[in-house]
């Protein structure tokens, strides 16, 4: 307020004549650049954008599988290849329980939301780096490359679903009612990759040690997570610390929803939920206070 | 009485040096601290004795010791709607900084800018361009990056593939266009925009001859006949004039000057001009015997009243004075990089004739050069002035000058100083069996 009150003391004079002229004063202003010192989340910007969003998933999806021999098959290869190696090692060799699932679908079921997780959550993290050359040329809100980063995620999901919907008619799992709230927790895991990705893609422009960071903490995530193994492993005390993982939640409740198992801890998916939410806002909050100067570090 | 679309007030931007370009780790910024205090100490002893402040104080102009600096400052204009503002200045003077301020890719760090109508920015051709998409569809990609609705290029696709000449490669990858392609495509995109207000910087500078001709005369229909509001940046002095009604020109960071376009350019080449004579009767450090004293030195491009840019033929003239005519005289001009100092070029009488045996007490004496190619920065120039077998002057770093960017390669694109010095005009060729 006051830095307003002096530049226009000292810059109104020169002006005088043209601002008698105009009838700028009356008019609203289509856009107002200044230094930001609110922190709101502009939504209304963000709508406007939404076009932006769909040409840049688009662009991601167009390209993800060119020049690849396997093409889409990579969407389902991945989580295959990796639940084939859990079923022998912790399934057959480890005897691991699996709440008395075929372990194939028992693990199968966890690692598709967690791969959705994964992959949305590295892409989007690297979105803003890898998109350097937009950021320092266009103007547009920075929140939208992340988001597209993750919406692209979506469909190596579909993809791999599929799969999965295969390998529960092949073992007979029939699904309870709790299939309806399925997509919640598919929302709840994007819900996470965006969180974390909002912290750790704004840190990512000014501190590229998060680039080396990210493969390294999702292979120790991986483990901390309930997928090779049934989140009633870890000891009741535990569960509170357990459920900090936002993960933690989302796959056991994905878990629950499509096979239906009925020993589902709600507490562990309340506090996981809490915990989105909480990294969610603390992290969009973060990025609108680091995006003003992306364009200038990046 | 004209309607005011842009109104800008006391624009301020300041950086911290090697925040741009510069990207850290986290192991950087915990060692930041101390290597910077340890090159502080490292450039004490670097001091040569004798060393005189002008040598330091050219120094101080890439790091302050402060490490901020105001890459804009106090900068407040009006443009009203349908005007076309030029924008000038030299390298660094804050005309890219405030174009990205209008568009709001980075924000001020005082000051205000009301915007009475929508933008779109044109800071480079061909923003966002994938290169495994092919030309159809990056058509469709760079339009919503630029800012354009989906029915909007659906609308103008033909136009715009029409504009760019390349309809028979459209369903081709954009990896397979060669550069001028990729420019053209680019160019056509931004061309078909209908933003209230654009704003472009330096993008007509690349592409063939021909093509960029075309993109001025649709840049002028737009301007003229559409009554859209343009501010445009450009080195491209025959471009401004025949394009802005009003010219702004930045120096430092400030507006110094702002009215018709012929006068602010006028300015612009007094500026250009005035910077390069550097006075140097007034430096202590130099060696030699005194016979002889040079005064002056003036590095120019030969094309009058232009900046010196990649490709020109340098006039170095050097002022000096003597109490007696000079004898057998030898001058060296040592050019060098401002950051590097290592040695560019020599320009010796000894090794290329043409300087008279006898030079009267005074004069101006003058080095022509041939095309000069070198890569955009800054060069230093080392004096020295033999009479015979002796040293009579020497100054080391007597004057700078800059080499503006030019599209020699016909790309766009042109190595920086990092990573090369000279440059040269080449071409690619396949032999088939």
């Keep these: 307020m006051q830095k307003a009150k002096n530049t226009s003391k000292i810059f109104d004079p020169q002006h005088a004549g043209i601002n008698k002229t105009a009838d700028s004063e009356h008019r609203k202003a289509f856009a107002v650049r200044e230094p930001r010192k609110d922190i709101s989340l502009r939504l209304k910007e963000l709508y406007e954008y939404h076009e932006l969003i769909y040409f840049l998933i688009w662009r991601d999806l167009k390209v993800r599988y060119k020049q690849t021999a396997l093409g889409v098959s990579w969407a389902i290869l991945q989580p295959f290849m990796t639940m084939v190696v859990f079923t022998i090692f912790f399934g057959n060799l480890a005897k691991m329980p699996s709440e008395g699932l075929p372990y194939p679908v028992f693990s199968f079921a966890a690692l598709l939301p967690w791969q959705l997780f994964a992959n949305a959550m590295t892409t989007a993290s690297n979105s803003l780096v890898n998109n350097r050359d937009l950021i320092t040329k266009v103007y547009f809100p920075r929140i939208i490359l992340p988001i597209a980063s993750i919406v692209a995620g979506l469909v190596d999901f579909c993809i791999a679903f599929v799969v999965l919907v295969a390998m529960i008619i092949y073992y007979g799992i029939i699904p309870s009612a709790a299939i309806l709230v399925l997509p919640l927790f598919v929302l709840l895991a994007m819900a996470s990759a965006l969180a974390v990705s909002m912290w750790l893609s704004a840190l990512n422009v000014q501190y590229r040690d998060v680039r080396h960071l990210i493969p390294f903490m999702t292979q120790i995530w991986l483990f901390v997570t309930p997928i090779a193994y049934p989140s009633s492993l870890v000891p009741e005390k535990w569960r509170f610390i357990y459920g900090l993982n936002p993960m933690a939640g989302v796959v056991e409740g994905f878990r629950w929803a499509l096979l239906g198992k009925s020993n589902v801890s709600w507490s562990l998916v309340t506090i996981s939920s809490l915990m989105v939410l909480f990294l969610l806002v603390g992290g969009v909050l973060y990025f609108r206070r680091m995006e003003r100067t992306f364009a200038d570090v990046v | ?433």
Excluded at chain 2, 36 to 45: A, D, G, M, T
Excluded at chain 2, 208 to 229: W, Y
Excluded at chain 2, 287 to 312: F, Q
Aim: charged content about 30%; aromatic content about 8%; glycine content about 8%.
């Design chain 2, 1 to 433: 009485m004209r309607e005011i679309y842009i109104k800008v007030r006391g624009i301020g931007k300041e950086y911290r040096i090697g925040e741009r370009n510069e990207y850290k780790t986290i192991r950087d910024s915990i060692t930041g601290f101390t290597s910077r205090n340890f090159k502080k100490l490292i450039s004490s002893f670097d001091r040569r004795p004798g060393a005189g402040t002008q040598y330091t104080d050219s120094r101080a102009e890439i790091k302050p010791p402060n490490n901020y600096f105001w890459s804009l400052k106090d900068v407040s204009f009006d443009v009203s709607k349908g005007e076309v503002v030029g924008i000038i200045g030299r390298n660094g003077a804050g005309k890219s900084t405030l174009l990205k301020i209008i568009t709001g890719i980075t924000e001020p760090t005082e000051g205000r800018i009301d915007l009475y109508g929508r933008i779109a920015s044109l800071l480079e051709v061909g923003t966002g361009f994938h290169l495994e998409l092919t030309g159809r569809e990056n058509i469709y990609l760079n339009g919503a990056i630029l800012g354009m609705k989906r029915q909007e290029i659906d609308r103008k696709f033909d136009e715009i593939v029409d504009f760019s000449e390349i309809l028979q490669f459209i369903d081709t990858p954009v990896k397979y266009y060669s550069s001028g392609m990729r420019i053209r495509l680019g160019f056509s995109v931004a061309a078909h925009l209908e933003p209230e207000i654009l704003l472009i910087d330096e993008v007509l500078a690349v592409g063939d001859a021909a093509f960029q001709k075309k993109c001025l005369g649709k840049l002028n229909n737009v301007a003229t006949s559409e009554g859209r509001t343009v501010l445009f940046v450009s080195h491209d002095m025959a471009a401004i004039l025949s394009l802005c009604h009003r010219t702004i020109l930045l120096e430092n960071g400030r507006k110094v000057s702002e009215g018709p376009t012929d006068h602010v350019v006028q300015d612009y080449m007094q500026l250009m001009s005035a910077t390069y004579e550097t006075p140097l009767e007034e430096r202590k450090d130099r060696e030699g015997d005194s016979s002889v004293m040079v005064t002056s030195l003036k590095i120019e491009s030969s094309e009058p009243y232009a900046p010196i840019r990649v490709g020109d033929r340098l006039n170095i003239v050097i002022g000096y004075k003597s109490d007696n005519p000079v004898r057998y005289p030898r001058i060296i001009i040592r050019i060098r990089d401002f950051r590097t100092r290592v040695n560019i070029l020599r320009l010796d009488s000894d090794m290329r004739s043409g300087l008279p045996e006898i030079l009267p007490p005074s004069g101006y004496i003058t080095c022509q050069t041939d095309e000069l190619y070198l890569t955009p920065g800054r060069c230093i120039a080392d004096l020295e002035v033999r009479r015979g077998m002796f040293k009579a002057d020497q100054i080391e770093y007597a004057g700078h000058f800059d080499i503006e960017t030019k599209d020699i390669l016909g790309s766009g694109k042109i190595p920086s100083r990092d990573q090369a010095t000279t440059l040269i005009k080449y071409k690619w060729q396949l032999e088939e069996d």
